[in-house]
């Protein structure tokens, strides 16, 4: 129902992405995708393009007078850094000699990618498997997320971790315990995590990863971590049982999953479940002031791969990035000799801001399977179906279990 595409290398012109599916007369400005683009980029740790780049989308189409219309939506991302990289990213050819790249990172897509496209320059490989292309996406998943919005569904994240570092209080295990009402707004969460240069919600937690990110640095090493992202406000029903690629926990998984350096993703309690008892792991059904509802959110959202109506509660984990200052060993492909892997400028952490790509993500998926159930070429029809849908839950099932 919904799609996007994004094209563009690390080091190229621009980076652009065009969204399509979307209902018309819903409100977009370029103010909201900035924000969320900038919020990208934050975050300790992060390299010397971060002081390079300030990332700002361009909308070139389906927006008119600050409104969807319906029709696909366009953006461009300029790379501000293109013009140290003219001769070596062109497109035509060039008259100087380029240096062509034969050392692969090992953790990096350079191998696989020479491997799999017949390159003779690891350049090639780089450039498009780069997390460069995430601020495409991040884009994009900010028309979702603005979309979502207007139904009530906020989404916000935070860092659990940073090089094995975790809080005093598990914030995480408080989400997963806890029936969290519907006036519970994730959105409420990042703002709070934003404050922190690590994006945690405790100080003495942001100190001690901030002391390990200096000690990985002088080291010229990197660090990975765990992140939880969250989504309140979302009605029961979306996804389905009743094949495998509707499921909405399928979606999810695939979409974070598909970012750069995540090695890991879990819905709910997930691997804690597996070393549980059945009664410590399932969600008790209840009734409060009168309405169907859960004890608790282990289940993070989603049973059968339908959202339960409940906060959808996702948790990644992503590994050191590849690139070390302090390399680690591979082999020259031009001849064969073992080597120290090159450098290539890069962050020492990128945590922070992998939160921030699994909340635009998480809101794509969300979007996907929300005009799937409810359709609408424009956002009053769309919010028509939304709310004779979610007024008629309770009566619904109280007519077929009760006459």
């Avoid at 319906?70 to 001769?87: A, C, E, T």
């Avoid at 809080?167 to 989400?175: A, M, R």
């Avoid at 998480?362 to 956002?379: Q, Y």
Wanted: proline share 2%; glycine share 10%; net charge positive.
């Amino acid at each position: 129902m919904i799609r996007f595409l994004t094209a563009g290398e690390s080091h190229g012109k621009a980076l652009t992405v065009i969204v399509d599916g979307f209902p018309s007369n819903f409100e977009l400005t370029t103010d909201y995708l900035n924000l969320h683009l900038k919020r990208r980029q934050i975050g300790y740790g992060r390299g010397l393009r971060m002081k390079i780049e300030t990332d700002t989308a361009e909308i070139l189409s389906g927006i008119r007078l600050g409104k969807t219309l319906g029709s696909p939506i366009s953006m461009l991302i300029k790379n501000k850094d293109w013009g140290n990289w003219i001769n070596i990213m062109s497109v035509d050819e060039v008259s100087s000699k380029t240096e062509k790249i034969s050392i692969p990172r090992p953790g990096h897509a350079d191998l696989t990618g020479v491997i799999k496209y017949g390159f003779d320059d690891i350049r090639n490989s780089i450039e498009r498997s780069s997390a460069r292309e995430t601020a495409a996406r991040v884009a994009a998943g900010s028309v979702a997320r603005s979309f979502l919005e207007k139904f009530g569904i906020k989404i916000g994240s935070f860092v659990e971790s940073i090089g094995g570092i975790y809080p005093g209080e598990n914030f995480l295990n408080s989400l997963l315990e806890n029936n969290i009402t519907s006036k519970f707004d994730a959105w409420k969460l990042s703002q709070k995590a934003d404050i922190s240069s690590v994006r945690v919600l405790d100080k003495k937690h942001e100190v001690k990863i901030i002391g390990k990110i200096k000690t990985a640095k002088k080291n010229g090493n990197t660090l990975g971590g765990t992140m939880v992202t969250v989504a309140t406000g979302v009605p029961a029903g979306l996804g389905s049982f009743v094949h495998y690629d509707r499921k909405l926990s399928t979606s999810i998984v695939q979409s974070i999953m598909s970012i750069n350096a995540i090695k890991g993703v879990e819905i709910g309690s997930g691997f804690q479940s597996a070393d549980s008892f059945g009664s410590e792991s399932h969600d008790e059904i209840i009734t409060k002031r009168g309405v169907l509802t859960r004890r608790t959110n282990r289940a993070g959202g989603i049973e059968g791969g339908i959202s339960t109506g409940l906060p959808i509660i996702v948790r990644s984990a992503m590994k050191p990035i590849a690139t070390l200052m302090s390399p680690i060993g591979t082999v020259d492909l031009s001849t064969g000799k073992n080597i120290l892997a090159r450098r290539e400028r890069s962050d020492f952490v990128a945590v922070p801001a992998c939160a921030v790509i699994t909340e635009s993500m998480l809101a794509w998926s969300l979007a996907e399977h929300f005009i799937r159930k409810f359709g609408g070429d424009s956002l009053e029809e769309t919010l028509d179906n939304f709310t004779s849908y979610t007024k008629k839950i309770d009566s619904r099932i109280k007519k077929n279990f009760r006459n």
